[in-house]
T-cell receptor
Framework: GQQVMQIPQYQHVQEGEDFTTYCNSS?????IQWYKQRPGGHPVFLIQ?????EVKKQKRLTFQFGEAKKNSSLHITATQTTDVGTYFC????????FGTGTSLTVIP | DTEVTQTPKHLVMGMTNKKSLKCEQH?????MYWYKQKAKKPPELMFV???????INESVPSRFSPECPNSSLLNLHLHALQPEDSALYLC???????????FGPGTRLTVT
């Protein structure tokens, strides 16, 4: 079946360091979305990427969609304690398949 | 109004009980979803309604029964659940299938 894997599973960084999570699909995706879930909270939509090779920025966050539309990445520059949470990608292949998630801890 | 509401917030039920979870949105979204999320795991899709018709049912056991009375409401009827069904049940909606999903706060379900 369709699988969307994310690495790493966990990441601990010092505040101010950069962070990257990678999302890989076993099949070509129509589009990909990214969500953030704070501890005890619900997923909150961050961005949607549709085009091959697309790059989008939101302040300190940079999102990329691979040329083959099978992988994506989220990069956070100069992490802050407010960035703590689990980041999920969700790939659209008929329906959305959520990735395994990367849990980010930011040490002040 | 960009909110998806869910009731109740918490639910404890025995294995012989019948209960319902409710979800509501007033954003004019035509797709609504039920997800199940276990601790430290991603949300797992259970059901998708598109234009009030069930379009995806991810091989969910029949003890879970979805209902979409109108375009703003989504229910999940629970009957004869098992302890392993304990989880956070999330409702989401999007303008159409494949669009940005807005999630509700979830119902934390415990089956005893």
């Amino acid at each position: 079946g369709q699988q969307v894997m994310q690495i790493p599973q966990y990441q601990h960084v010092q505040e101010g360091e950069d962070f990257t999570t990678y999302c890989n699909s076993s099949t070509t995706l129509s589009n990909i979305q990214w969500y953030k879930q704070r501890p005890g909270g619900h997923p909150v939509f961050l961005i949607q990427l549709v085009k091959s090779g697309e790059v989008k920025k939101q302040k300190r966050l940079t999102f990329q969609f691979g040329e083959a539309k099978k992988n994506s990445s989220l990069h956070i520059t100069a992490t802050q304690t407010t960035d703590v949470g689990t980041y999920f990608c969700a790939g659209l292949w008929g329906q959305f398949y959520f990735g395994t998630g990367t849990s980010l801890t930011v040490i002040p | 109004d960009t909110e998806v509401t869910q009731t109740p917030k918490h639910l404890v039920m025995g294995m012989t009980n019948k209960k319902s979870l409710k979800c509501e949105q007033h954003m004019g979204h035509r797709a609504m979803y039920w997800y199940k999320q276990k601790a430290k795991k991603p949300p797992e899709l259970m059901f998708v309604y598109s234009y009030e018709k069930l379009s995806i049912n991810e091989s969910v056991p029949s003890r879970f029964s979805p209902e979409c009375p109108n375009s703003s409401l989504l229910n999940l009827h629970l009957h004869a659940l098992q302890p392993e069904d304990s989880a956070l049940y999330l409702c989401a909606s999007s303008l159409d299938r494949g669009g940005e999903q807005y999630f509700g706060p979830g119902t934390r379900l415990t089956v005893t």
